[in-house]
C-alpha cells in the first residue's frame, strides 16, 4: 500500500487542478499532519479514552457544525473526543487528496476522511479506505437515514459495487437566471424542455453593451472547473471519459460537438465571455455581467448576504433527449484502514449525517445536504424554485467525471480547453490531441 501511495505522490507534486464539487472556505489554514493518537482498539461503548482525527474540507460554517455534532457525540460517548483537522480556504481537491496520502505514508494517517468524489478513487485505488457494506447491513438507524437519500448520491461513491463513504453533502448544477433581464428582455422564466438552439437564442437575447465596456453583459458564462466544463457533454449524452472512467472519451463527435457549441457561443454568437482561468461566474452574476450562468447550491447564501434577489433558478438545457443529463457532485465520509477504532468511527458518521446534523447543512445554505427531509426545511423564498436543487437528481443527473487519475485528468481538460476557446476555430483537431494525452495518462495506470 506505502509503495502505491509513494507513487502517487511523486506524480502529485508535478501537478495542480482546480475543481468544485462544493463550496470552498472562506478562511485559509493548513492542517496539520497530528493522526489518530488513539491506543488499541476499543469498542464503541468502552469507558476507556479515545481520541479520534478527522480530516476535513470546507468552511468555517461546515467547522461549526461539524463541532456541534461531536457535541452532542459527546453527551452519548463522554470518553470520545474528536478532532477535526480541517484544510479551509483556497486548497484545491488535489492538494488536499496529496495531504491526507502524504498523512498516511509517514506513518500520521487520521481516523476518518471527508472526501469529494474527485478523490474517491484514487483512495480505493491506493487501498487505504475501509468498505462500509457490512456495517450498513447491520445498522437499522442507517438503513433508515438511507431511506431518505437518493441512491444516486450512495451509488456514486461506491466502486465495483462497493461502499467506501457514507454521503453528507452534495452540489446540483443548475440555471441561475437573472429574472430582470428576462422580463426586460420580454422572455418567458426558461423551459423545463429546452434544447441548445433555445438556449443560444436566450443568450443572445440577453447580451447587451457594447465589448469591453462597464455596461457589457453577457447572456451566458460559466467557471472554470471540471464539472462545469463537462455541464454541455452531458447534455449532448456522452461524457469526456469512458462509462468505466478508465480511458479517454474525447474522441467521442458528440463531445467535439458540445465543446463546439461553447465556442460558437463565444465568437459566433458573442454571448458568452471568453473563459479565464479562475473565472468566477457566481460572482459575474451577482454582479450584473451575466444574465444566466451555471452554478450549484452553495452560491445562493453569498448572493441573498449581497442582498441579490432578481433571479431564480431552472433546469440547464439537455440536448439529446434519450442520454443527455445534468450533473452533480457529492463528498462522503469513510474510515481510514489505520485507524484502532473502526467501530467507533462509524457512530462518529452516523451523528455526522444525522438528522440534526443535516438540518444544520440546510440552514447553513452552502451544499445540499443529503437528506431530502432536512432539505425541505430550507423553504427559501429566493430563489422561488429552490426545490429543483434537490429534485435535479431526479431528472437523469449523473455523478462529474472523476477517474483514479484525477489530478492529470483535470491538468489535461483545463489546459486543452483554454486552448480551444482562445479563438474561433474547429475544435476538432485540439481534442484530438487532448484524447491522446489523456489516454495516455489512463494507459500508464495499467
Not at 488513539?38 to 476535513?56: F, I, K, M, R, Y
Not at 488536499?96 to 469529494?116: E, Q, R, W
Not at 433558478?313 to 484502532?340: C, M, R, W
Request: one cysteine or more; hydrophobic letters at 40%.
Amino acid at each position: 500500500m506505502k509503495k502505491r501511495i509513494l507513487c502517487f505522490l511523486l506524480s502529485a507534486t508535478m501537478l495542480a487542478s482546480i475543481t468544485a464539487c462544493s463550496g470552498g472556505g472562506d478562511s485559509s489554514s493548513a492542517p496539520s499532519d497530528a493522526g489518530s493518537s488513539a491506543g488499541e482498539s476499543q469498542p464503541a461503548d468502552s469507558s476507556e479514552p479515545v481520541d479520534l482525527t478527522v480530516l476535513n474540507w470546507g468552511s468555517d460554517i461546515d467547522v461549526k457544525i461539524n463541532e456541534d455534532a461531536y457535541a452532542r457525540l459527546k453527551e452519548k460517548y463522554p470518553n470520545v473526543t474528536v478532532k477535526d483537522n480541517f484544510v479551509t480556504g483556497t486548497a484545491t481537491w488535489s492538494e488536499y487528496i496529496t495531504k491526507l496520502l502524504t498523512m498516511i505514508g509517514s506513518g500520521n494517517s487520521p481516523d476518518m476522511v471527508m472526501m469529494a468524489i474527485e478523490g474517491v478513487r484514487q483512495l480505493i485505488d491506493n487501498d487505504v479506505v475501509m468498505p462500509l457494506d457490512d456495517r450498513i447491513a447491520d445498522d437499522k438507524d442507517m438503513q433508515a437515514v438511507l431511506d431518505d437519500i437518493s441512491p444516486r448520491l450512495v451509488e456514486a461513491l461506491a466502486v465495483d459495487g462497493k461502499t467506501y463513504f457514507f454521503p453528507n453533502s452534495w452540489n446540483s448544477i443548475v440555471l441561475y437566471y437573472n429574472t430582470k433581464m428576462f422580463a426586460d428582455a420580454g422572455l418567458d422564466a426558461p423551459p423545463a424542455d429546452w434544447d441548445w438552439d433555445t438556449f443560444r437564442e436566450y443568450a443572445k437575447q440577453l447580451t447587451t453593451g457594447e465589448d469591453n465596456s462597464e455596461d457589457k453583459v453577457y447572456g451566458f458564462g460559466m467557471s472554470t472547473y471540471s464539472i462545469f466544463m463537462t455541464l454541455f457533454p452531458f447534455s449532448n449524452g456522452t461524457s469526456t471519459l469512458t462509462d468505466d472512467q478508465l480511458g479517454s472519451n474525447l474522441s467521442d463527435p458528440k463531445v467535439a460537438e458540445a465543446f463546439q457549441t461553447i465556442n460558437d457561443m463565444i465568437y459566433v454568437d458573442g454571448s458568452m465571455p471568453m473563459p479565464e482561468q479562475g473565472m468566477d461566474a457566481a460572482q459575474l452574476f451577482s454582479a450584473g455581467r451575466l444574465a444566466m450562468t451555471a452554478v450549484g447550491p452553495n452560491s445562493v447564501q453569498n448572493m441573498l448576504t449581497a442582498n441579490f434577489t432578481d433571479w431564480d433558478v431552472a433546469y440547464l438545457p439537455i440536448q439529446d433527449k434519450e442520454n443527455g443529463s445534468h450533473i452533480f457532485g457529492v463528498t462522503g465520509y469513510g474510515i481510514l484502514k489505520d485507524t484502532k477504532n473502526p467501530d467507533m468511527c462509524w457512530e462518529v458518521i452516523k451523528e455526522l449525517v444525522s438528522s440534526e446534523t443535516q438540518t444544520a447543512v440546510a440552514s447553513a445554505g452552502v451544499s445540499n445536504p443529503v437528506s431530502r427531509t432536512a432539505f425541505e426545511t430550507r423553504n427559501l423564498e429566493v430563489p422561488k424554485n429552490w426545490k429543483i436543487f434537490y429534485d435535479a437528481i431526479d431528472q437523469n443527473s449523473r455523478c462529474l467525471p472523476a477517474p483514479i487519475n484525477d489530478s492529470e485528468y483535470e491538468e489535461i481538460l483545463f489546459r486543452y480547453y483554454y486552448e480551444m476557446m482562445n479563438t474561433k476555430q474547429d475544435v476538432s483537431p485540439i481534442l484530438a490531441q487532448a484524447d491522446a494525452e489523456l489516454q495516455a495518462s489512463f494507459d500508464e495506470l495499467k
